[in-house]
């Protein structure tokens, strides 16, 4: 009872007709935002960049040439020490994170990369060029003979040779024969 009364009801074609003008209102806005953009855009290069007057000699090009080579050697001067400043203040802003870190008492653990290095890479790295020895691991390993182990098998025990004696059909053949 409460549900039904609580929701409004709107005919399809109602809910239709305020989309559509919602849309045209919006499309409106969109249009006088691109017109603003382009005004200020106007009025910016207006302000900021005089029509060029070309001179008619060829020293009134070569200062004029001069001019703007100066002005853009001091952008980039003035680019090139803002940008080291960004990089200072970004190392500032490291630093001071990792102190108030430190005075929390909480370490942020950096994250690990996965590095596959061999026994002689990474002695070479931690030792630097002192280290000429390579470090053949297998070498230090025990030899263990094949024979050895095979004799081993045969005398440990008869079971192994009564399960091969009844393997497949025949063995069965035998061990109910036996029993008979």
Known sequence: MGDDEKKSKMSSSRKQ?????MLQI??????????E??????IYM??????LSLGSSIQELQDLCKQLNGKIESID???????????????DI??????????????????LRKVRMSADAMLQALLGSKHKVSMDLRANLKQV??????????????????IEDKAGMEGRKKMFESEA
């Not at 001067?77 to 190392?91: C, F, I, P, T």
């Open 37 to 42: 953009r382009v005004a200020e855009k106007e």
């Open 46 to 51: 207006a302000e900021h960049c005089p029509e």
């Open 94 to 111: 490291d630093d001071l994170k990792q102190k108030v870190f430190d005075l929390k008492g909480k370490f942020k653990k950096p994250v």
């Open 77 to 91: 001067e003035e680019r090139y020490d803002l940008e080291a400043k960004v990089k200072k203040n970004n190392k």
């Open 17 to 21: 007709n305020l989309k559509s003008l």
């Open 145 to 162: 003979k094949k024979e050895e182990k095979e004799k081993d098998i045969c005398e440990v025990g008869d079971w192994r040779k009564n």
């Open 26 to 35: 919006a499309k409106q806005e969109l249009q006088k935002e691109e017109e």
